[in-house]
């Protein structure tokens, strides 16, 4: 049902816990649906330094959470903007198609943290 | 596949096939093949066997071999017998009682005959462990009630229901009762005249029987009318040919099941007690789903605060134990158990649920084996969870 | 029971499970046994299995896997694709066409229909050798006709459909088109493109497969509702756990069926054609039923007059020939095949008739035996009937 | 399906044939139905001493058609007259419920032979 890939990310996620010294931070989803993702990121120079995620959601929630980090570390707050879910999914090698959902959380959390960002930084 | 140690605690779901049901079986295929409708030798020995299996069956439950028809499983037992007593009666009314935790099989049934059928369903409340009560049953029936259906025991909370005292009451009302029992045969004694049912579904698969059959007791005198038309199978009510080594496999393991009843029901509920009670010591957060004692011998349910049900299933498949959650997002919806909203739980609490079945090959080792590891799973869960105590439900 | 030596010819009826078949099935019994819907790791081994099988009966229509689903067997095949159709084109209307030959799955599930659900259906004649005239189908079409369902293969006299016509006439209609392929598979081509039908019913028992397991294909785009309503499974189109052993065992049979089908077909068609012509030559006032070559490769039919069918099988049975005829006086029904009426046969003769059908195990030592010993038993039961040549028919 | 009697009669059916000098003889049954007996007696001094059947039908038609010309070979005619089907099915160890009608027939078979003989021999 899930890809080595996925699987891998789910049992060996990257870039789990908190940022204290977070620039943004944003949290999606709800847990009656039974999905979320909160994702703190550190900007520094319009580069992305730092990421670090919490989930509570499925295996694929997790994997993408963990995928989604990985894919914006290093890169540029508009670069970070432009990553679809479909990317994400891809990068896991696929998702099973009722789990596409939790390529869209993640997403949409990467969205929310930097949105938050932006918010605080109006400047950046 | 690595060959680590498995612990299947999935028995709920399905069962192995025993050994001596299989071997029961096997001469069933290449052997003998008869087509137990057809004259000749061949044909009649395959007879013999169904309906050698047949007296099995009804000895299992107190019933009349020939108040026993074969299916192909649980799901289909469940919709003949809801279907038929709705067509059949429906010159007397159109209104079904059941509960809100009934197996899909009897509520999407019930679903299907309200939406295009034109019947009124009740599904009734349970209680917080998961029961129904009777007098709800009671006050529930009405001129036009045609049947009651409820399960005798759940198969994602384990809770067992009041079908003796349900029985009584449809009894007395003159409705037909119908119990959905396939969680039941083999963990607790079935007797369909001390329940005073009039129509019981069973399903092989969940005694360690072969997959694919079942049976419905229809009671002497209750009407039925056709899941399947065609050849004049199970005295025309059921066509399809026989399922031969099925049938054969089914009557075995309900006459294993049925004999080992009690002493396998005891060491169920040993190892289940020792199973929730060690769970619970262990971890904080947790509760108990069902009823602490009228519960099934083999049934564990839990939910785990702050965690998602499939994360730790996929955990603890990984660490070799095999078990199922409360949360159906495999088939795509998104919405955790029925039956665990009907208990009372909050979605968040529903989808943190965990299933560990009990079946035959299972030991106190296995039980050791997941109170070692169940602990530092949900620790780790819960680390990267965004829920703690303090910040339950953002929702 | 004797070792006498046993010759099957009912395989029309069922047939003996292969050994390569019940090879691949014995893994899926006790050593993996999970259920497919499950998610861990027993039950995606168990999934993959049932997925591999989907594509096994796909290639073999020349069909998409995922327009496969596995259903209890044959019957229940037909029943939902007939009622399916029925319920969910009723809006748009409510006459159906078969023919006057189908199987009782066919032919009782269209009279419920008929009688309970307010359908009209249209029973097309045969001609003498049980072919239905694509012609009749084409003046059959009304504005509301929902569903032809014509079977590809008569499972009594082997007579072929011109199902090719008649599903090139249904398309043209935009009628949707089901085929009862029960006993076309592993004996001719089968491809639902060619043939364009929209669903078609198979049943592996019938070539060497287990009993009680089938599958309906569903052309994608072809709306359906539930049968069997319950559990997500077979993608919410059949609910109740996957039969996995049987559907493994269906896999297997209908690859090695059909990867052998040109050389089987052959072979049985010289044993059949042998067959036919010593019993018409050794026996006077004998005639065959169905097309002469339009055939069935396995299937022989014939009428033996002033004798009956039982008396015939019974008396082939204790010389160890197993075989059946098209008198259905065990149902308790005093009437004879309604196949056998629909060729134009009267019921005196229809009650004389015998089928014998081929399969794997049959070799040309078994029609030297079935010619020397069918002779006299016609003769003995002749000696003993009140009817002859000179006194046909005393009704 | 069949007791072992059943299976006897049919295989080994006792009394099969005509009787050129019948005294009376008896035809029931109709090929449509599947079933018909034929069923000749001999009656001397108010004894059947003879009898024989032909039948066109099953196993149980068969066997009931050999056992009930058994059962009234010997006896006198109203003897013979009060032979049931019932009696003649019990004397084959029974019949499946669906053969029923096979004993019936054998017993109006053998009624219709008594009663063309009590015609043509009023006075007997
Ligand atoms: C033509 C045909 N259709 C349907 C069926 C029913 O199949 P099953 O016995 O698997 O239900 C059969 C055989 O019994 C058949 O020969
Ligand atoms: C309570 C209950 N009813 C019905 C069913 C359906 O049985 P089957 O899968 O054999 O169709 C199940 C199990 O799946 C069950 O647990």
Redesign the pocket.
């Known amino acids: 049902m899930y890809s080595d890939k996925v699987m891998d990310h789910f049992e060996n996620p990257r870039n789990v816990g908190e940022l204290a010294d977070a620039s943004g931070s944003g949290t999606v989803g709800n847990a009656k649906c039974g999905d979320i993702m909160k994702m703190d990121i550190k900007v520094e120079d319009d580069i992305i330094t730092d990421v670090k995620f919490k989930t509570f959601g499925c295996c694929a929630a997790v994997a993408t959470s963990s995928m989604a980090t990985e894919m914006i570390k290093g890169k540029t707050v508009s670069d970070a903007l432009a990553l679809t879910n479909r990317a994400v999914a891809e990068a896991l090698d696929g998702l099973p198609p009722v789990k596409m959902h939790c390529s869209i959380l993640a997403e949409e959390a990467i969205h929310a943290a930097l949105e938050d960002y932006q918010k605080k930084h109006p400047q950046g | 596949m690595s060959d680590k140690r498995i612990i299947y605690l999935d028995n ?1 779901a399905t069962t192995a096939v025993r050994k001596e049901v299989l071997d029961a079986m096997l001469p069933w295929f290449i052997e003998h093949y008869g087509n137990p409708s057809s004259i000749h030798s061949v044909g009649r020995d395959a007879k013999r066997a169904v309906e050698n299996a047949r007296k099995q069956v009804a000895m299992a439950i107190g019933a009349q071999p020939q108040e026993i028809y074969f299916t192909g ?3 289909e037992s ?1 919709n003949w017998a809801i279907r038929s007593a709705a067509e059949m009666l429906q010159s007397k009314g159109k209104h079904i009682i059941t509960s809100s935790v009934e ?1 899909h ?1 009897v509520l999407h049934t019930c679903e299907y005959l309200e939406k295009k059928q034109g019947c009124r369903v009740t599904y009734l409340p349970v209680d917080e462990d998961g029961r129904v009560n009777p007098d709800d049953v009671k006050a529930a029936i009405a001129e036009d009630t045609v049947l009651i259906t409820i ?1 005798a025991a759940n ?1 994602e909370i384990g809770t067992l229901q009041p079908i003796a005292e349900i029985g009584r009451i449809a009894k007395e009302a003159g409705v037909l009762f119908h119990t ?1 029992a ?2 039941a045969i083999g963990a607790i004694p079935v007797d369909v005249n001390e329940w005073n049912v009039g129509l019981l579904s069973l ?1 092989a ?2 005694f360690h029987g072969p997959k694919g059959v ?1 049976a419905l007791y229809i009671r002497k005198g209750v009407r039925m009318n056709n899941l399947i038309y065609g050849g004049a199978q199970e005295k025309n009510l059921r066509a399809g040919t026989e399922n031969l080594a099925s049938i054969v496999g089914l009557g075995k393991a309900i006459e294993l099941a049925t004999a080992e009843l009690p002493a396998h029901a005891a060491r169920m509920t040993m190892l289940r007690d020792r199973l929730i009670r060690g769970i619970l010591e262990a971890i904080p957060d947790v509760r108990l789903n069902g009823h602490a004692t009228q519960r099934l011998p083999g049934n564990v349910n839990v939910s785990v605060r702050y965690i998602e049900g499939e994360s730790l299933l996929m955990r603890l498949d990984l660490a070799g134990v095999e078990a199922s959650s409360g949360s159906a997002c495999t088939s795509g919806s998104l919405d955790p158990s029925h039956v665990l909203l009907a208990i009372g739980l909050p979605h968040e609490i529903a989808h943190g649920s965990l299933r560990l079945s009990l079946g035959n090959g299972n030991t106190d080792a296995d039980v050791d084996y997941v109170l070692k590891v169940l602990p530092g799973i949900v620790e780790t869960l819960r680390a990267m969870s965004p829920l703690s105590a303090s910040n339950a439900c953002p929702a």
């Open positions: 709920a499983g649980g799901s469940d197996h099989a399960m198969n959905d396939v969680q399903s698969h969940k079942g």
